[in-house]
């Protein structure tokens, strides 16, 4: 099997290798993610990527890696790993682990869900993981953070979806673990919460010259969100949550009733 692995923190994320080392049980897995860390660059494509390819050897656990960092932007490395890099078209594309949760309407931010969507958008089943973790290490590389457990529910769902096809209209499993999770918890399929789970914060400067990144924060209290959630499973029932996301965003209704309306 050929496993197409990326990420949105960057090449040299513990997150990632984490993955790698998890996969590399399930068949040969071909890592190319960012040369720079891409939180929030969503599926974008910017054309100010400079699309360099650099060949790099990293040691994980005492073995040799050969990776791809690429100048881009995660669906950007996907792209590049499937058209450029990898010998044959791989059988999935897995993208994580990510430091921090990626749940409701703000995925289509995360550069994890992001990479994501792009495989499938090419036609390879593709699964986005992500760990809860505090803030506060969402930008970082910290050792502090243990990978083991959304490690192995990677592998697992990686093995689920090698085996089995998805039903129609799943084109990526979106795979959240809570931050005290054990290999031990339980996971349930939930629904993507319609409600924003961080809101942007103004930047704090003294005038518009000054240069300022729009923040976030956390919402409203994850007990608000709907049971059925992602939010509320990760956030308040501390399960591991696999969300089904489509590529297909058109709105759930009646289109033919839609035209009567728009047309008064």
């Known amino acids: 099997m050929q496993i197409l692995l990326t990420n949105d923190d960057g090449i040299r994320s513990p997150g990632l290798w984490a993955a790698a080392e998890a996969l590399s049980a399930l068949g040969w897995v071909t890592v190319v993610a960012p040369r720079e860390q891409s939180s929030g660059a969503g599926r974008s494509l910017p054309s100010t990527s400079d699309g ?17 960092a690429v100048g881009g932007t995660p669906a950007q490395a996907v792209q590049h790993g499937v058209l450029e890099i990898m010998p044959q078209r791989p059988d999935l594309v897995v993208s994580g682990i990510n430091y921090g949760e990626n749940l409701a309407t703000g995925v289509t931010i995360s550069g994890t869900v992001g990479a994501a969507l792009e495989g499938a958008a090419l036609g390879i089943p593709a699964m986005a993981i992500s760990l809860e973790t505090p803030k506060d290490y969402h930008f970082s590389y910290s050792t502090d953070v243990d990978f083991s457990t959304a490690a192995y529910f990677t592998r697992y769902f990686a093995e689920r979806m090698l085996s089995v096809p998805l039903p129609d209209d799943v084109y990526v499993l979106k795979v959240d673990v809570p931050w005290r999770a054990s290999k031990d918890t339980p996971w349930r399929v939930t629904r993507l919460s319609r409600k924003r789970y961080y809101r942007p914060v103004p930047p704090e400067r003294k005038d518009w010259s000054q240069p300022g990144l729009v923040g976030y924060e956390p919402g409203d209290p994850p007990e608000t969100f709907d049971p059925e959630s992602d939010v509320y499973a990760v956030r308040v029932d501390k399960v591991v949550s696999v969300t089904p996301l489509s590529l297909d965003l058109t709105s759930r209704v009646d289109l033919k009733a839609l035209e009567r309306l728009l047309k008064g």
């Open 52 to 68: 360099i390819i650099t060949e790099e050897t990293i040691t994980v656990h005492g073995k040799p890696w050969k990776v791809y």
